[in-house]
């Protein structure tokens, strides 16, 4: 029976949210003490990508059930909270066995259950890392970094959501809390729940954990659907360590504009916007991408083309893979850019189209600077010219009505632009 303490502490707790995945064997026992103990909750189930009756026992337990077509727990908590009402947060894992209750009793802004009694598991080397990520960004070491059982106060749950996607979600919501200056307790519980073992099946999981928690702890940026992932649109300068070295510093030079208008830019949108600003991150692009160029072309006319065409890709960058399969098809039609760029475009393109990362203006413009570079080398004299009104025209037309709404109301470009793409 729950103290009055308990009680009380209970029913502060507005939502409790689990991300659940093919779990039909224990999501009915979850739910039903997750019910007992915080009686006036509303408990949420989100299933992603399930093929067994997780979905249809969580709700036969009394959850509220939201069911997704892709899996990431990052991108199920982040739906679980949009659709939870104000208040504080709970989130437990679907095979969690114990009492989550003392989380709730916590004064801290966000609250963290340690394993008395951890079984099961690797070497150590996922909590390891993530320990550490959370230490660099943070100057804190936490007993448990990867702990899914949470209490998230109303200012932890501003702070931290939408949370990372994946299995980063515990780390970097460990480090948004804390660079916001809340407090952060971890409480030691008799919690249980299923280890996986030093297996095929538990080393990939594991595996998935580590990349997870060492993305998260970037750059990050929330997509079209409110989905924080990685921004990891810096990689496409790599290939510059084998290009022309002219080349290779400049793509490198536009993605960090680029990254810095991902970091630290502000409400404005399109051309007019950041002008009308003024010292915006957006007209350091407008200046420091043409300015890159012109250095890199020894030309006023390279320095053109390769702006209009990095602003042109960027606005493409709407949807999943929509730049990169620009990218592509221009490099198909006019040839391969030199240095690799074109195959660093191929391996970011099923990331980029199951949503497990962002180009961010770090890659689509860096990308549009390769094409206008590749021009620049392939035209002369006056045959720029052509090419210069075409990207202007283009660039014109995104600023007075979005590209991508233009390519969704054209059935063969809606067509080739779903391609790929999850629903």
């Avoid at 995945?21 to 509303?42: C, H, M, W, Y």
């Avoid at 074109?342 to 990308?367: F, I, T």
Wanted: charged share 20%; with cysteine; hydrophobic share 45%.
């Amino acid at each position: 029976m729950q103290s009055p303490c308990s009680r009380l502490a209970a029913s502060s707790v507005s939502s409790v949210l689990v991300a659940a995945r093919n779990e039909e064997s224990g999501i009915g026992d979850t739910v039903a003490q997750l019910r007992k103990d915080f009686p006036s909750a509303e408990v949420i189930v989100v299933v992603g990508a399930s093929t067994d009756e997780t979905a249809e026992r969580a709700e036969k337990a009394g959850a509220v059930v939201i069911r997704l077509n892709r899996p990431g727990k990052g991108e199920a908590l982040s739906a679980g909270e949009r659709a939870a009402p104000q208040g504080a947060l709970l989130l437990c894992d679907a095979d969690l066995r114990g009492s989550l209750a003392p989380l709730a009793e916590s004064n801290a802004d966000l609250a963290v259950a340690v394993f008395k009694h951890p079984v099961g598991g690797g070497f150590g080397i996922a909590k390891r890392v993530a320990r550490s990520l959370i230490h660099l960004r943070t100057g804190f070491r936490p007993q448990e970094p990867l702990s899914g059982q949470r209490f998230v106060g109303e200012r932890a749950r501003i702070a931290c959501f939408p949370v990372a996607g994946g299995f980063g979600c515990e780390t970097r919501m460990t480090i948004d809390a804390l660079r916001a200056g809340l407090r952060l307790e971890e409480i030691p519980l008799d919690l249980e729940h299923r280890a996986t073992g030093r297996d095929a099946v538990g080393f990939a999981h594991r595996g998935r954990q580590l990349v997870d928690a060492v993305l998260s702890a970037g750059p990050l940026g929330i997509n079209h659907r409110g989905v924080r992932l990685p921004l990891l649109g810096w990689a496409v300068a790599l290939p510059g360590l084998w290009a022309p070295r002219r080349t290779g510093v400049a793509v490198a030079a536009i993605a960090a504009i680029g990254l810095a208008d991902d970091l630290w830019s502000g409400p404005e949108r399109g051309v007019a916007g950041h002008l009308r600003e003024g010292r915006t991150t957006g007209v350091l692009k407008l200046v420091g991408i043409p300015a890159v160029a012109a250095v890199a072309t020894r030309s006023l006319r390279g320095a053109l083309l390769v702006g209009l065409s990095a602003n042109a890709l960027n606005q493409l960058d709407t949807k999943p893979g929509r730049a990169l399969k620009a990218f592509l098809g221009v490099s198909l039609f006019r040839g391969m850019p030199e240095g690799g760029y074109s195959l660093m475009a191929v391996l970011l393109v099923p990331y980029h189209l199951r949503e497990r990362m962002m180009l961010g203006d770090a890659g689509s413009n860096a990308l549009g600077a390769v094409l206008g570079l590749s021009l620049v080398a392939s035209l002369r004299g006056r045959a720029l010219w052509p090419a210069i009104a075409l990207l202007a025209a283009l660039n014109v037309l995104g600023e007075r009505r979005s590209l991508g709404k233009l390519i969704e109301s054209t059935p063969w470009l809606a067509r080739i632009d779903r391609l790929g793409r999850p629903r």
